[in-house]
């Protein structure tokens, strides 16, 4: 009698243990839209705006933007002159989505910010004037563990003002484009604070050395956008709704810049017209329009956000 009921017990034990498996490994296979509640072949859309802490300009317009619901997610710039307006705003509306651009350049001529980090400790990463390098070239020698001395810092410093960041991202995709080891620098932060990577799937092929040091918990979205230089300013519109027609399953990030066209952004930004003032403002104008919204509801997209991302990859 004994031995029958334990034989039971063991059939019984092995049985839940193979369902368990297979309800984890369907779980696994799951799509970022099914975890989200959506049919697999849903269209999602991050609408996220870069640069917040640039200017006082970005900011207003990405507040107006956000507030807008329209404009999902945004991240904030920590190094930058404008910076604790958006701690402030951030620390006050704890249910808005914002990362940390985390920013290692100062890529305007006449508007420059420079480390969190004290210079002297990140001496690789500022130029003779102790502002961040305007761009990185073969000369450039970037010391990786000041990179990620200076990526800590920028948390502390965001995370001290009251930012609550929902994931990481990086400010020209120094950090993803720049190879294996500077990647692994920002991945080892998300970790540590348990906070997603801006990484998407389309990167890989180019780029193998991202793919590569991925884990199975790290969540990697299937799609950007991003305006491309050379569209003229009075095709803004049809690149964007163009795009977003031709949508294919699965998340998609717009990355967006916006930014009023005022005095201020216009002498931020007045040595090249490509993401300046008037840049912004046709971002602005587009994302915060009818027209944008109409389209999104005769494409039954889905407007989602980091933090639901992150939640739902859990």
């Given at each position: 009698?004994?031995?029958?009921?334990?034989?039971?017990?063991?059939?019984?034990?092995?049985a839940?243990?193979?369902?368990?498996?297979?309800?984890?490994?369907?779980?696994?296979?799951?799509?970022?839209?099914?975890?989200?509640?959506?049919?697999?072949?849903?269209?999602?859309?991050?609408?996220?705006?870069?640069?917040l802490?640039m200017?006082?300009?970005?900011?207003?317009?990405?507040?107006?933007?956000?507030?807008?619901?329209?404009?999902?997610?945004?991240?904030?710039?920590?190094?930058?002159?404008?910076?604790?307006?958006?701690?402030?705003?951030?620390?006050?509306?704890?249910?808005?989505?914002?990362?940390?651009?985390?920013?290692?350049?100062?890529?305007?001529v006449?508007?420059?910010?420079?480390?969190?980090?004290?210079?002297d400790?990140?001496?690789?990463?500022?130029?003779?004037?102790?502002?961040?390098h305007?761009?990185?070239?073969e000369?450039?020698?970037i010391?990786?563990?000041?990179?990620?001395?200076?990526?800590?810092?920028?948390?502390?410093?965001?995370?001290?003002?009251?930012?609550?960041?929902?994931?990481?991202?990086?400010?020209?995709?120094?950090?993803?484009?720049?190879?294996?080891?500077?990647?692994?620098?920002?991945?080892?932060?998300?970790h540590?604070?348990?906070?997603?990577?801006?990484?998407?799937?389309?990167?890989?092929?180019?780029?193998?050395?991202?793919?590569?040091?991925?884990?199975?918990?790290?969540?990697?979205?299937?799609?950007?956008?991003?305006?491309?230089?050379?569209?003229?300013?009075?095709?803004?519109?049809?690149?964007?709704?163009?795009?977003?027609k031709?949508?294919?399953?699965?998340?998609?990030?717009?990355?967006?810049?916006?930014?009023?066209?005022?005095?201020?952004?216009?002498?931020?930004?007045r040595?090249?017209?490509?993401?300046?003032?008037?840049?912004?403002?046709?971002?602005?104008?587009?994302?915060?329009?009818?027209?944008?919204?109409?389209?999104v509801?005769?494409?039954?997209?889905?407007l989602?956000?980091?933090?639901?991302?992150?939640?739902a990859?859990?």
């Open positions: 009698m004994r031995k029958s009921l334990g034989m039971t017990i063991f059939v019984l034990a092995a839940s243990a193979t369902v368990l498996m297979h309800a984890q490994a369907v779980a696994a296979n799951k799509s970022l839209a099914e975890k989200l509640g959506y049919a697999r072949d849903a269209k999602l859309v991050i609408v996220h705006a870069d640069d802490g200017t006082h300009s970005v900011n207003a317009a990405s507040i107006k933007g956000l507030e807008s619901g329209l404009v999902t997610s945004a991240s904030i710039m920590v190094p930058c002159p404008w910076f604790p307006e958006m701690a402030e705003y951030a620390k006050t509306h704890p249910d808005a989505d914002f990362g940390l651009h985390l920013t290692l350049t100062s890529e305007r006449f508007y420059r910010w420079g480390p969190v980090a004290a210079r400790r990140v001496p690789s990463l500022v130029d003779s004037n102790g502002y961040f305007l761009n990185w070239n000369s450039t020698h010391d990786a563990r000041e990179v990620e001395l200076e990526l800590r810092a920028q948390i502390e410093k965001a995370l001290a003002m009251g930012v609550r960041p929902t994931h990481l991202d990086s400010h020209q995709y120094r950090l993803f484009e720049n190879g294996k080891e500077m990647f692994q620098s920002i991945l080892r932060l998300g540590e604070y348990k906070l997603p990577v801006f990484m998407v799937r389309d990167w890989f092929a180019e780029r193998p050395y991202l793919e590569a040091s991925l884990g199975p918990e790290d969540l990697v979205v299937d799609h950007t956008v991003t305006m491309e230089t050379g569209v003229a300013p009075e095709k803004w519109a049809d690149f964007y709704v163009r795009a977003l031709n949508l294919q399953p699965g998340v998609t990030v717009f990355i967006i810049h916006l930014a009023y066209d005022d005095v201020e952004m216009r002498a931020a930004t040595e090249r017209d490509t993401w300046g003032a008037a840049w912004r403002q046709r971002d602005f104008d587009f994302f915060t329009s009818a027209q944008f919204r109409a389209v509801k005769e494409q039954d997209i889905k989602v956000t980091w933090r639901q991302l992150a939640q990859s859990k």
